[in-house]
């Protein structure tokens, strides 16, 4: 059984440009989530994704955008970058069945705006 | 809207030593989940121990356990025979039960625990 994986480990991009991260889940689990955690901050939640749909959306505009695959992996879009937007993304998979099943996150992108 | 608190930005404990981390959480709810995670400098968030709002028993895990005062919204971790490796950033999480993002989890501020040879 593979652990959540995540790609690029690095990045760094410029003001204005668009950027895609990707997360491949845990073998069996369809719901993921992606957060983001600025520097000294516990992680904030953007969305979640189950079975290919939004179920689920923070506090972030809509230049942040997600999909996810029918394989359950998903992918983390951000336009127009900001400088504010440099932190660290984590996603994080659950198994289908509810309840107080532990998420399993991945070791996150960071993410550098100049 | 709930919310996290963890009032201690940064914690010491001697290696074999007992150490507590302190969490207060506020919600309306009656049914949720209590999680500590652990993030070592290689950033993976690493779960440590979850509570189930409606159990009364306080959860342990090996020499992790948990003082859950539900009426005072008050969830703490204690670390018993503390190790080098415990050394990281603790966060304290909630997750409601019911209704929308069931996986969304609200995170405190976390707890940066240095554990000292």
């Known amino acids: 059984e593979t652990g959540v994986t995540q790609s690029p480990t690095h990045l760094i991009k410029t003001r204005g440009q668009q950027v895609t991260l990707r997360c491949s889940s845990q073998s069996g689990h369809n719901t993921v989530s992606w957060y983001q955690q600025a520097l000294g901050q516990g992680p904030q939640f953007i969305f979640q994704?189950?079975?290919?749909?939004?179920?689920g959306r923070g506090n972030f505009p809509p230049r942040f955008s997600g999909l996810q695959f029918p394989n359950y992996s998903s992918e983390l879009n951000v336009n127009a970058l900001e400088l504010d937007d440099s932190a660290l993304y984590l996603c994080?998979?659950?198994?289908?069945?509810?309840?107080?099943?532990?998420?399993?996150f991945g070791p996150g992108t960071r993410l550098t705006v100049l | 809207a709930q919310t996290v608190t963890q009032s201690q930005p940064e914690m010491s404990v001697q290696e074999a030593e007992t150490v507590t981390l302190s969490c207060t959480y506020d919600?309306?709810?009656?049914?949720?989940?209590l999680f500590w995670y652990k993030q070592p400098p290689s950033r993976q968030m690493i779960l440590v121990i979850r509570?189930?709002?409606?159990?009364?028993q306080n959860a342990t895990e090996n020499r992790f356990s948990v003082n859950f005062q539900k009426a005072a919204k008050s969830f703490s971790l204690k670390i018993s025979d503390s190790q080098l490796g415990d050394a990281a950033m603790y966060f304290c999480a909630y997750r409601k039960a019911y209704g929308g993002a069931t996986n969304k989890l609200i995170f405190g501020t976390g707890t940066l625990l240095a554990v000292q040879p």
């Open positions: 509570q189930e709002a409606y159990k009364q």
């Open positions: 994704y189950y079975r290919e749909e939004e179920n």
């Open positions: 994080a998979s659950s198994p289908p069945t509810g309840g107080a099943d532990t998420q399993y």
């Open positions: 919600t309306s709810e009656s049914d949720y989940y």
